[in-house]
């Protein structure tokens, strides 16, 4: 299994980003497909994911209304898109894949991570 991420970088508070995670050798029935980041010195948080049959999103409280997850599944390929960027939103961001279920915004319910990609907002 195999989860590349890309699509982060060096942006202004304001702008806008879209990451990108290219997904191969996985089977995506039942499967969510997340979107985590992680601050230095900060736990990894929950940012989005999707039920890769149905299409559903899920978002925490937060950043709630300013990303938006979704997935091309032609290209096994999941997306966020994120607007309205704050230098809070800062961190590397991670993908998973894990099993659809109540505890989706757990990163202990993903078996499967890729590399991460750095973001980087500017005030």
């Known amino acids: 299994v195999q989860l590349q991420a890309s699509g982060g970088g060096l942006v202004q508070a304001g702008g806008s980003l879209r990451l990108s995670c290219a997904a191969s050798?996985?089977?995506?029935?039942?499967?969510?497909m997340g979107w985590f980041r992680q601050a230095p010195g900060k736990e990894r948080e929950f940012v989005a994911a999707?039920?890769?049959?149905?299409?559903?999103?899920y978002y925490p409280d937060s950043p709630k209304g300013r990303f938006t997850i979704s997935r091309d599944e032609t290209k096994n390929t999941v997306y966020l898109q994120m607007n309205s960027l704050k230098p809070e939103d800062t961190a590397v961001y991670y993908c998973?894949?894990?099993?659809?279920?109540?505890?989706?915004?757990?990163?202990?319910?993903?078996?499967?991570w890729g590399q991460g990609t750095q973001v980087t907002v500017s005030s």
């Open positions: 998973a894949a894990g099993i659809l279920g109540s505890r989706i915004g757990v990163p202990d319910s993903y078996d499967y």
């Open positions: 999707i039920s890769w049959s149905y299409g559903s999103p």
């Open positions: 050798g996985i089977t995506f029935s039942s499967r969510a």
